[in-house]
């Protein structure tokens, strides 16, 4: 798991730039927000990006910014700070937390930069999201290389593994469709569609049972066909998750699975009954690699999540829960 302790340290120890004057690149964005994406503070687009430009010194050519630990630890953008209360500001590169200080992270065609001030209190590392879509699939993570994109389709869900195939085709990107029990290689950005009933076992897909402090993703399911994760939706909200859901998630859906929505502080708020669905992503354990997840309570819910596998639907969300088509932004708003 990627520690904030760990970004502290390393910005402490970086001083200047990248590698080197060197040719430039072009088309790269930057987008900042605040809490999960739920605010837009503003965003770029450069067509032309000078030689050795950073993560760090194209934030600064563009907004406003406030350092600290030798300037390699960003502290404010727009006047818009961190805290001292686990509130502090993120970036993602093509949709995954980057492994380094900005100031050491050079910038490549195409990337999309995304800035996010937002509460750690559940979880020090979200490893990827889903807002940067198309991205990590068309321009690859940090560092510019474009791995392959493999699609793992469980049994029945092919129109929906389709689907998705299609959203990736539309975006210019190949993908090669397996079987669930497939083996995708670890240089690959994986999207794997499914029920939570049969992906559940799987590397990576099984983070979600643990919370956000695992996963990264501020939901999970619950149920006879899910998981009561252990019993710590109970723990999360001191014994408040039964309650929330109308008198248990086993009871409320007759022994089916639900999807419990989380806030910022890792507790559950609310849950999502019948054919739900869930786009989120999680760590692949290979650096600069992310497990796309499409998945749902069953059939009809996986359905409804590849639906909404699109830019227009994933822009600006860590991840999302959809419930009746319509999309819900996690981890769900505590002023909502």
């Not at 643990?210 to 939901?219: F, I, K």
């Not at 994760?229 to 039964?242: L, N, P, V």
């Not at 639900?258 to 054919?275: D, K, M």
């Amino acid at each position: 798991m990627f520690s904030l302790s760990l970004v502290i340290a390393a910005a402490a120890a970086i001083t200047g730039c990248g590698a080197g004057a060197g040719p430039g690149t072009r088309d790269a964005s930057v987008l900042i927000t605040s809490d999960f994406g739920t605010h837009r503070i503003g965003d770029v687009m450069e067509q032309r990006v000078p030689g050795a430009e950073t993560v760090m010194s194209l934030l600064e050519r563009h907004f406003r910014v406030g350092t600290r630990y030798g300037g390699g630890f960003v502290e404010s953008i727009a006047g818009h700070s961190g805290t001292a209360d686990r509130f502090d500001w993120f970036y993602f590169v093509n949709g995954i937390q980057a492994a380094e200080g900005a100031a050491a992270t050079d910038v490549h065609a195409g990337d999309h930069i995304w800035w996010d001030l937002h509460s750690w209190a559940a979880t020090e590392s979200v490893p990827a999201v889903v807002g940067s879509y198309p991205e990590p699939f068309t321009s690859g993570a940090a560092g510019g290389k474009k791995p392959p994109t493999v699609r793992r389709c469980a049994a029945g869900m092919q129109a929906a593994c389709d689907l998705a195939g299609a959203s990736l085709r539309r975006a210019g990107v190949r993908s090669a469709a397996g079987s669930l029990g497939g083996r995708a290689g670890s240089d690959a950005q994986t999207v794997v569609v499914g029920a939570w009933s049969q992906i559940k076992g799987l590397a990576g897909a099984g983070l979600l049972a643990q919370g956000p402090a695992a996963s990264g993703v501020y939901a999970r399911f619950v149920g006879a066909a899910g998981q009561r994760a252990g019993g710590g939706a109970e723990r999360a909200t001191g014994g408040g998750a039964e309650r929330a859901t109308g008198g248990g998630a086993e009871r409320a859906t007759g022994g089916g699975a639900e999807l419990g929505l989380e806030n910022p502080a890792g507790a559950v708020v609310r849950s999502l009954h019948g054919s739900v669905g869930l786009v989120a992503a999680v760590e692949s354990g290979s650096p600069g690699r992310a497990i796309w997840l499409v998945t749902g309570t069953d059939a009809a819910g996986v359905m409804a999540a590849a639906h909404v596998f699109t830019a227009a639907k994933l822009d600006g969300h860590f991840a999302v829960a959809v419930e009746g088509g319509r999309v819900v932004p996690l981890p769900v708003d505590p002023s909502s």
